[in-house]
């Protein structure tokens, strides 16, 4: 008896296992599965947390139309970014989950794959829109000082 499942062994066949659980036989870790379940909610919930943070509104008050059309443009092209940002972070959140569901293969592994490239993608994407923030405060900040410092009266020099 010793000999034949040495032989199986050799041969790469390998008896079942009886004092593991048919979740573990069919590919499935239990602690794996809770992870990207609860890994996938929390990317789902930061998503939606996201989305409904309110965006400043950039304005010139007194300046020409040109400057609100340029901080308009450069709004549009920041709420798109934001807005595609939280979208791949929803796809994130969704794959993961989508992992717990699939076995170990090439399906589960190029399911993570994306999740890879989509979370790459997100950290560019989040820089970018830290740029933009840093190029509005730029351009806003000086037009609120310069008409908050208009109303001061200078002071006399002692």
């Not at 040495?6 to 590919?27: D, M």
């Not at 965006?55 to 970014?81: C, I, Y």
Request: net charge positive; aromatic share 10%; proline share 6%.
């Amino acid at each position: 008896m010793f000999s034949s499942e040495f032989g199986q062994h050799e041969r790469g066949l390998k008896a079942p296992n009886l004092y593991q659980s048919p979740f573990h036989r069919a590919g499935y870790h239990p602690m794996e599965f809770a992870a990207c379940l609860i890994g996938g909610i929390l990317f789902l919930a930061s998503a939606c947390g996201l989305a409904r943070l309110r965006q400043p509104m950039w304005q010139h008050a007194e300046d020409s139309s040109l400057a609100n059309t340029k901080l308009q443009r450069w709004s549009r092209f920041q709420r798109g970014v934001r807005r595609s940002t939280n979208s791949l972070l929803a796809l994130t959140g969704s794959l993961v989950m989508a992992c717990a569901f699939v076995p170990h293969g090439p399906v589960w592994m190029s399911l993570w794959l994306l999740v890879f490239l989509a979370l790459l993608s997100i950290l560019m994407l989040a820089g970018l829109d830290a740029f933009l923030s840093m190029a509005g405060y730029r351009q806003a900040v000086p037009e609120a000082a310069r008409r908050s410092f208009a109303n001061c009266e200078p002071h006399p020099e002692a």
